[in-house]
C-alpha cells in the first residue's frame, strides 16, 4: 500500500510535536497547511524560521525579545521599583493584557522541583535577589500560579529575598470576576472568606 | 504597556489560522516552538517550507504528491480496474491506513453544494468520467462520508457514469466494530437491520 509522501509526512511528526495538536489533529493541519500553501503556509514557514533565527531571552529578566533587552526591560518609565515574578513568559504576557502592572517582571522559567531536579540557579533566582539589589526593589509581587509547586517557589524566593530591605507580596486569592460560588472549589471559597474585607 | 514582539505576534496569528488552534493555543504553541528553537522550530520551519515548495496535486486522481503523479496513481499493479471516489485527501489517508483497497484513487476534493458554489466542475466529476472511459474501469466505488451533501454527491456522480458500464458500488453501513448498540444512533440501527445478512 502507498504511504504518505516522506517529507509530509516528516512535517506531520514535526507538526504532532506541538501542544495542543496529536497525530490526528497535525494530519488535518498538515493537509489545511498545504491546501493553503501560498496564503499561510509559505508565510508560516518564513515567520518561523525568522523567529527561530531572532529570538532569544532577555539578559535581565528572561522574556521573549529579540535584542538584548526586552521592551519592557529596556523602558525607563517602568523602572518603578516594583519587580514582579512570574513561572513563565506566557504568565507575563497574561500580566500585561490585564494593563495593571506599570513595573518590570522577572521570568523564573518554571518552579522547584527536586523530581524534575530543577533548583534555585536553573531558575535564576539568584540573578533576581541581584536584581532587587541593584535596581534597588522597593516591592516583589510573587505572582506565581496557585499550586503546590508555585506556593512552595513563592515561599523560598519570599526566604531568600528576606535580608534585601524589599517588601513581599503576592496577587491575592479569592473569586475570579463572574465566578459563580457554586462552580467554585473548596479551596477557593475558603481562601475568599478568610480574606473578607469591608464592604 | 509593552506588547509581544512584532514578529512573534505575526507567527501567533498566522498559527491561531490553524485548524484546532484557536488564538490562546496559538500562543502555548508559539512559546513552545520558541523554548525549542534548535530541535523543533528550526526543522518544522524548514520541512513547511520545503513541502509548500514540492507539494502538489496528482494530474490524474487529485492525491497530494511531488510529482505529476502520486504514488498510487504510477503504480501499475494498482490499475485493477476499481477507482475509489473519496472527498478529500484525508479519506485517502484513512482507506491506505485500512489496506484493505488495492485500486486507484479520485479525490472529489469536497461535495457539491449550491450555496457555496461548488458544482461538478470544481470536483473533478468530469475527469472521474473520462477516467472511467479511459482506465476502463470495471467498479467505482463512492467512499462519501455518511452526511447529507457526501450522500447527494454520490447520487450525482451515479448518475453521471450510468452509461460508461462500470458498476457502482458504495461502502456498507452498519454497526462500526466495537460499537454497542446502545451508543449508536437510530438512523445507523436501521440502517444495520435493513442490511443485515444471514449469520
Chains 1, 2 share one sequence.
Not at 540573578?127 to 523560598?156: C, F, M, P, W
Amino acid at each position: 500500500m502507498a504511504d504518505i509522501p516522506r517529507d509530509i509526512e516528516a512535517l506531520i511528526d514535526l507538526m504532532a510535536r506541538l501542544p495542543g495538536l496529536g497525530p490526528r489533529s497535525a494530519r488535518r493541519a498538515a493537509l489545511h497547511l498545504i491546501k493553503k500553501r501560498g496564503p499561510l503556509m509559505q508565510p508560516l514557514a518564513e515567520a518561523m524560521a525568522e523567529v527561530a533565527a531572532s529570538a532569544r531571552e532577555c539578559l535581565n529578566c528572561g522574556n521573549i525579545c529579540t535584542g538584548d533587552l526586552c521592551d519592557i526591560c529596556a523602558d525607563p518609565a517602568r523602572a518603578n521599583g516594583q519587580i514582579c515574578v512570574v513561572e513563565d513568559v506566557a504568565d507575563l504576557w497574561a500580566m500585561e493584557r490585564g494593563h495593571a502592572f506599570a513595573g518590570r517582571y522577572h521570568v523564573l522559567g518554571g518552579t522547584l522541583s527536586a523530581l524534575d531536579d530543577i533548583g534555585p540557579e536553573t531558575l535564576r533566582i539568584p540573578k533576581l535577589k541581584d536584581r532587587v539589589v541593584s535596581e534597588s526593589a522597593s516591592e516583589v509581587i510573587l505572582a506565581l500560579n496557585a499550586t503546590v509547586d508555585g506556593q512552595t517557589t513563592a515561599h523560598y524566593i519570599a526566604d531568600e529575598l528576606a535580608g534585601t530591605g524589599a517588601t513581599i507580596t503576592s496577587l491575592a486569592q479569592g473569586v475570579p470576576i463572574g465566578g459563580e460560588l457554586d462552580y467554585l472549589d473548596d479551596g477557593t471559597i475558603s481562601a475568599a472568606l478568610k480574606a473578607r474585607k469591608s464592604f
